[in-house]
């Protein structure tokens, strides 16, 4: 019987520190653009935690004697509504990640090549972008 042999090409201490380097990086970019999306909020008339409840239990109403077909989009009305009152709950300020984002966005732009447009247009303000030295040059 043969014995078990390793991966041919082991990956250095630096390399592996490099990666991850990476995976931190990435994951502070992430939660930053994720918390940016999410306190953009929608268009229209704002919804409270309150007037979701109301919602909820009018849908509970709505079910009696709902035929089939209203009964299943009452459900998913419901699941959905629940799904945006937890949401509501676990808001993220994004000035709260803004701190570690600045600390790692520049060296990240570098190695992933992401320019100050694309920041830009993913509602990275200019302000946030020059404190993390992404210049509209670079």
């Not at 984002?101 to 247009?121: D, E, H, L, M």
């Not at 972008?129 to 670079?138: D, E, Q, V």
């Amino acid at each position: 019987m043969a014995a078990k042999r390793g991966p041919k090409n082991s990956i250095s201490d630096q390399h592996k520190a490099a990666m991850a380097e990476g995976r931190v990086e990435g994951r502070v970019v992430r939660e930053y653009l994720e918390a940016l999306r999410n306190s953009k909020g929608k268009p229209g008339r704002k919804r409270t935690p309150e007037s979701v409840a109301r919602r909820l239990s009018l849908i509970d109403q709505e079910m009696n004697g709902a035929n089939p077909v209203r009964e299943l989009e009452l459900v998913q009305e419901r699941i959905d509504l629940e799904r945006e009152l937890a949401t509501m709950e676990t808001k993220v300020d994004p000035k709260s990640l803004e701190a570690g984002f600045v600390k790692v966005a520049g060296s990240y732009s570098a190695r992933k090549g992401i320019s100050y447009s694309a920041w830009r247009a993913v509602g990275v303000e200019p302000a946030v972008l020059k404190k993390a030295g992404i210049s509209r040059g670079a």
